[in-house]
């Protein structure tokens, strides 16, 4: 994805509630593939400093906000940060308060397990995907317990050393998962590269032939029977693993959706090329009327009523009538 220059770019983002956002942002002058850094950053429109945030020594690859009161949050942390070896950070408001490793998961300390992608609340736990078809569910303080059964595929280099080309069809053979969500614990999706995605039922891993082959980006559920799928080459799925799912697409989308989210009734979509917007019969790029337009599109959320979009380094809210920016405080004003 292309970069104004900036200081920081964002890799992921969730907001709280329709004034609060939280997201992981890399410096720009740090190779992530070199250091093991994220700068976490909060954007609070009620407080007077609306800014603040807090560094990790960490690849943050995926955050999740518990959106509840401060006296009902679990282990008293409003946020959860996924790295990509497996560690879970979590903190309340910008003080960081613990972390947790996910048994097996990552590639530090002998673990061949892969990378993790992503980090998501259903019910009341959280459960966390990545490479290779790993399932994570957290089952409280220090309890993460594996929840792949059926989609994952191990692999250990020592037991391959001889057989190079085994190995390679393993790896090809192995779900790249880049998304998980669901409505509850026996109704739970992912999505991968390769058109790849599953349905758990609370017993059983089953995988879902889909209409397109094309890699997955992003699944959201929008209760049990309505789950929304994007990806590469203009990609837009609904349905649900009983009935199957149907392609939205147009034959002039060619665009990759990273993110989506069903919003007053429309699903609006991330992209490079800006935000778009599928009203039911098409999709369309969305015109905010900023000056200048939205740059790009990475990550789309939203509570109460109010629509957060996060590109590469432009942040916008939209409360069902006007778009507002927000610049934030390392990167020079988009626009100036």
């Known amino acids: 994805m292309s970069k104004k220059t900036a200081s920081v770019y964002f890799l992921d983002a969730v ?85 947790e490793v996910i048994p097996g998961a990552g590639m530090t300390n002998g673990n061949f397990g892969g990378l993790m992608t992503h980090i998501r609340l259903i019910g009341d736990q959280l459960w966390a995907c990545g490479q290779h078809g790993q399932v994570y569910r957290r089952f409280g303080r220090d309890d993460w317990r ?41 109704e739970v999706y992912v999505v991968g590269l390769g058109g790849y995605m599953a349905h758990f039922d609370g017993v059983a891993w089953n995988r879902i032939d889909l209409p397109v082959d094309e890699h997955l980006e992003w699944v959201r559920c929008d209760g049990p029977n309505d789950v929304w799928v994007c990806g590469f080459n203009g990609t837009l799925l609904r349905g649900n693993a009983r009935k199957g799912f149907k392609s939205l697409s147009g034959v002039d989308d060619h ?12 699903v609006y979509l991330s992209a490079e090329e800006g935000l778009f917007v599928w009203n039911g019969k098409s999709i369309a790029q ?17 509570v109460g ?26 990167n020079e004003p988009i626009g100036e």
């Not at 665009?255 to 429309?266: G, P, Y």
Request: hydrophobic share 35%; net charge negative; aromatic share 10%.
């Open 15 to 99: 907001c709280v509630d329709p004034d609060w956002l939280y997201l992981s942002t890399q410096l720009e002058d740090l190779d992530p593939d070199e250091t093991s850094h994220t700068r976490m950053s909060i954007l609070d429109l009620t407080q007077p400093a609306r800014w603040a945030y807090h560094d990790y020594d960490d690849n943050i690859v995926s955050v999740h906000a518990y959106r509840m009161a401060k006296e009902e949050l679990r282990d008293g942390s409003r946020y959860a940060a996924l790295g990509k070896h497996g560690t879970v950070h979590f903190n309340e408001r910008n003080e960081p308060t613990f972390k």
């Open 146 to 186: 594996r929840a792949d059964e059926g989609i994952r595929v191990f692999l250990n280099p020592s037991e391959c050393a001889q057989n190079i080309e085994g190995m390679l069809d393993k790896m090809n053979s192995a779900p790249m998962l880049s998304c998980i969500d669901g409505s509850s614990s026996d």
């Open 255 to 266: 665009q990759t959706f990273v993110c989506l989210t069903k919003f007053n009734e429309s």
């Open 286 to 302: 969305v015109r905010s009327n900023l000056k200048p337009e939205l740059q790009d599109a990475w990550r789309v959320d939203h």
């Open 305 to 330: 009523g109010v629509l957060w979009s996060v590109g590469v380094n432009d942040i916008s809210r939209f409360d069902g009538k006007t778009w507002e920016r927000f610049d934030h405080p390392d």
